[in-house]
């Protein structure tokens, strides 16, 4: 939990983290949404209280899309073209126990990336 945190505070670039797992799931862009909002938000406030609603407005509005839309917009872009290129290559997206949205399976409670499945494809029930 803790790593998703900083990945997504300090917005970390590339699909898998150090240990392999994905970074990028729906749920964990529909988290870094909410929490750099409630940054931003923070900051908002924050300017407002130092500098004054004619300063906090904008630079709350920058902030909104330069550290919460956009990076959000990219991380969906990126996660759907590595959904789509899992769907193609691996096994494991025609199989029953595939969590499609967390690339995960369900059997082995693990992540699968398309150099690791984890049954190594003994378990694979097609759909
Ligand atoms: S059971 Fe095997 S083939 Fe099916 S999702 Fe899990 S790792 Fe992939």
């Known amino acids: 939990m803790l790593d998703v ?6 917005l970390h ?10 970074r990028l799931t ?6 870094g949404v909410l929490l750099r909002s409630l940054l931003t938000v923070i900051a908002g406030f924050a300017i407002w209280h130092y500098a004054g609603v004619e300063i906090s407005v904008p630079v709350s509005l920058a902030l909104l899309w330069g550290y ?5 917009y990219r991380q969906y872009v990126v996660y759907n073209e590595h959904t789509e290129h899992v769907h193609e290559e691996l096994l494991c997206s025609r199989c029953r126990h595939f969590n499609a949205s967390g ?13 690791y499945i984890p049954c190594d494809g003994l378990d694979w029930d097609p759909l």
């Open 5 to 10: 945190l900083v990945d997504q505070i300090l």
């Open 13 to 22: 670039r590339g699909f898998y983290d150090e240990s392999g797992s994905p």
């Open 26 to 31: 729906t749920g964990t862009i529909v988290f």
């Open 68 to 72: 919460v839309v956009y990076p959000a």
């Open 103 to 115: 690339q995960h399976c369900l059997l082995f409670d693990e992540h699968v990336r398309p150099d």
